[in-house]
């Protein structure tokens, strides 16, 4: 399997880098624009037809994401809700000695402060930045599908996951969009050998939310086992016995090092809050203090998840427990319940995709959705056991890149693109509305 992809890989490579990039645009704004307009039309009718929840504004008190003027706070609607506050308080204050800030890393807020500052509106620098950097990883991410697997997957992938239910993060005032944009990036270009920017952009990410440092797995995966374009494999896998192929295929050299660029995004991050704060690690802190994460065990969080889905369906079918307050669902367990059978179902579509991925792609890809999944289900939520799941996988393109080959196969592309595209404006309804959908 690896030496028919390394064959692959190297017939692509020297195809015409124009025309490549011509597809990769038009796909990639296609796919954008389309999106994009069904989550805007969503989120708005949304608001027109059922209004925000209520105590909506006690998520906002500061008003800074509902704008002053009816119809600005309306527009707004589709893009700026829960977390966007977060980031839009860093954005315009800074952390402020405040633990709780903290848990939101500083690249994305720094640059709509930047953006802000030009344009005149953080809000709205969040919102360009978010879309710019959602086509960036689209054009990307259809030139490293094309590189491993072909065009049409590659068109495929990119609406797969501009269309998928959670989409509406790429163009919210969240990292999404962004975190996206640099880990594609950084595998795209270690994938085609060049390292040092590699591990720039995966320290970048490792600056903008704590799973960014796990993409040392599929750096010095590829840097030892490949696929790689700019060299062939020092040991071949022909020449090899079985249990040999266990050892790197590639020799180790100087340029490995540019991988410790990736912890030293996070290291800066770290540095940054003890003089800032005086705690370096007060970002671990407050995801336990504030926000009830407590460590599990590895992948405790799954069997936890589990019993929550199984409550959630028996409070369906034979009714609801005690009340409860969680977000978005205060004394209303009903909903709650609903919540945690769809954040399970999202972990075993996941499962099966993580499986599909190790199968059909190199083992960097699947390696690194491993461990970038390992961390919120070995750390849950404990009112909400996989709270915020969906978000975490949704920027694991190896898996969708997965599903695009398993959908062609089966000739189920259209069906499946269009059902994602219904739950998508389902969900960008609830966000938009203030109703709590992790």
């Excluded at 800030?101 to 978010?130: E, N, Q």
């Excluded at 903008?208 to 995966?221: F, M, Q, S």
Aim: charged content about 10%.
């Amino acid at each position: 399997m690896l030496m028919q992809v390394e064959q692959v890989t190297a017939r692509i490579w020297r195809r015409p880098l124009q025309s490549l990039d011509r597809q990769a645009w038009g796909a990639a704004w296609q796919a954008v624009w389309t999106s994009r307009l069904a989550v805007f039309f969503a989120g708005v009718l949304a608001v027109l037809g059922f209004g925000n929840a209520p105590g909506w504004s006690a998520f906002d008190p500061s008003h800074l994401t509902a704008r002053a003027h009816y119809f600005e706070n309306l527009l707004a609607s589709p893009f700026a809700r829960w977390d966007s506050v977060w980031y839009l308080q860093i954005a315009q204050g800074g952390y402020d000695h405040q633990a709780a800030r903290t848990a939101f890393f500083p690249l994305y807020p720094l640059l709509m402060r930047g953006v802000g500052l030009v344009i005149g509106s953080d809000l709205l620098a969040g919102i360009l930045i978010s879309l710019a950097a959602f086509l960036v990883a689209l054009v990307v991410l259809y030139r490293l599908v094309a590189l491993e697997l072909d065009d049409e997957l590659a068109r495929l992938t990119v609406l797969l996951i501009a269309f998928c239910p959670m989409a509406y993060f790429f163009s919210a005032v969240y990292s999404e969009s962004l975190f996206l944009a640099l880990s594609v990036g950084c595998i795209w270009l270690a994938r085609t050998g060049r390292w040092a920017r590699a591990g720039l952009l995966g320290g970048l990410a490792a600056a903008e939310r704590a799973t960014g440092v796990t993409l040392l797995v599929p750096l010095i995966l590829l840097f030892l086992y490949g696929p790689r374009v700019e060299r062939a494999p020092a040991f071949p896998l022909a020449a090899r016995p079985w249990l040999r192929r266990l050892l790197p295929r590639y020799r180790p050299t100087p340029a490995l090092a540019w991988v410790l660029l990736v912890p030293a995004g996070l290291g800066a991050y770290t540095l940054a809050l003890v003089f800032l704060t005086g705690n370096g690690v007060a970002p671990f802190h407050a995801t336990e203090m504030v926000w009830f994460r407590h460590f599990a065990g590895p992948f405790g969080g799954v069997w936890d998840g589990a019993v929550a889905a199984w409550d959630g369906l028996r409070q369906i079918l034979i009714g609801p427990g005690p009340p409860v307050y969680f977000k978005g669902y205060a004394g209303n367990p009903l909903w709650g319940a609903g919540e945690n059978l769809m954040l399970f179902g999202f972990v075993v579509l996941g499962a099966i995709a993580l499986v599909g991925t190790f199968r059909r792609l190199p083992v960097a890809y699947g390696a690194w959705c491993l461990a970038a999944v390992a961390l919120p289900l070995s750390d849950p939520v404990t009112p909400q056991p996989l709270q915020s799941v969906p978000r975490y996988e949704m920027v694991l393109f190896p898996l969708f890149m997965w599903g695009a080959w398993w959908l062609r196969r089966r000739r189920w592309a259209t069906p499946a693109i269009a059902a994602s595209a219904v739950l998508l404006g389902l969900f960008t309804a609830e966000f938009a509305t203030w109703r709590f959908v992790a």
